[in-house]
C-alpha cells in the first residue's frame, strides 16, 4: 500500500469552487462530470485564472461554488443565491456579476481540462510545504492521498500504474505545473500572494501530480492506493 484516498473532489463549473464527495465515478475524461462546464466570453474563451489560447483570466470567479444535483450543475452566487444551470437566467446572473456578457457552457469539441485527467496531490507533500490540510483547495485535486512515505512521494510514482481501490487503475503521468490561481483568496482561504513564488523556488513551481485512466470505475473515501501488478488495465479507458 503506498496510500489512501482522505478525501475526493469535483469541481462542476471550471475555476469555480467545487464540492467534497464520499464517492466518485471515474471514465476516461477523468472524474465524472469534473469542470464539464465553463463560463464562456463572447470570443469563446473560457473563464480561468490565466490567459491561454482556451481560458481568459476573469477575476471573480473563485467566489462562486457549484456543486451537482442529479447531472444539473448548480451555482452558489457570492450573496447566497443559488442558479441552476439549466434556469434559463443563469447567462445574465453571471454576466451581471462578473461584469461582462458570458454564458455558462457544457463541454463541446475544445475540452474544459488544463493538462491532464485527474489530478491527485499528497498530504506529505503539503507538509513538506508548510501547509494545512484546507490548502489543499488551493490547487484544486480530484485525489487527496495520505500517503505512506514522506515528502513529494508523488513524484516518484510518475511512470507507474497505481490501482486505487477494488476498481480503478491510473497511470501517473507527470508533475502539476501552478500558476497564479494557487494564491487567489477562495472559500475561507486568504491570499496567499507569496506561495507561487515559493513553489517556483522550491519546487520549478509544480506541485502535484497528472493521471491518465486506464481501468474505469468508482472510487471511494477510505480505498487503498497500491501500484498496479501485471495484467492490470485490461479493459483501458477510452
Known amino acids: 500500500m503506498i496510500g489512501v484516498l482522505e478525501r475526493l473532489w469535483r469541481y462542476p463549473v471550471k475555476s469555480m469552487q467545487g464540492e467534497c464527495v464520499e464517492r466518485l465515478p471515474i471514465d476516461g475524461r477523468g472524474a465524472v462530470g469534473d469542470r464539464l462546464h465553463a463560463v464562456r466570453d463572447e470570443a469563446g474563451k473560457f473563464g480561468s485564472g490565466k490567459d491561454t489560447r482556451r481560458f481568459r483570466r476573469i477575476d471573480g470567479l ?3 461554488r457549484a456543486r451537482y444535483e442529479g447531472e444539473v450543475p448548480v451555482v452558489g452566487f457570492p450573496d447566497g443565491r443559488l442558479v441552476a444551470g439549466d434556469d434559463p437566467r443563469i447567462h445574465e446572473a453571471l454576466s451581471r456579476e462578473l461584469g461582462l456578457p458570458v454564458t455558462l457552457a457544457r463541454e463541446e469539441a475544445v475540452s474544459h ?3 491532464g485527467p485527474l489530478h491527485l496531490v499528497t498530504t506529505s507533500g503539503l507538509e513538506a510545504l508548510g501547509l494545512e490540510g484546507r490548502d489543499e483547495q488551493r490547487f484544486r485535486p480530484n485525489l487527496v492521498v495520505r500517503s505512506a512515505g514522506a515528502g513529494f512521494v508523488e513524484e516518484g510514482w510518475i511512470g507507474r500504474r497505481i490501482r ?5 487503475v491510473v497511470e501517473i503521468a507527470g508533475r502539476t505545473e501552478r500558476c497564479v490561481m494557487v494564491g487567489f483568496p477562495q472559500a475561507e482561504l486568504p491570499a496567499a500572494p507569496g506561495l507561487l513564488r515559493k513553489l517556483a523556488a522550491a519546487r520549478e ?17 477510505g480505498d487503498r492506493l497500491r501500484f498496479a501488478e501485471a495484467g ?4 483501458e479507458a477510452v
Open 205 to 221: 513551481a509544480c506541485f502535484g501530480v497528472y493521471a491518465r485512466v486506464v481501468v474505469p470505475g468508482v472510487v471511494r473515501v
Open 164 to 168: 486505487v481501490g477494488e476498481e480503478v
Open 232 to 235: 492490470d488495465g485490461g479493459r
Open 62 to 64: 473563485f467566489r462562486f
Open 113 to 115: 481540462l488544463d493538462a
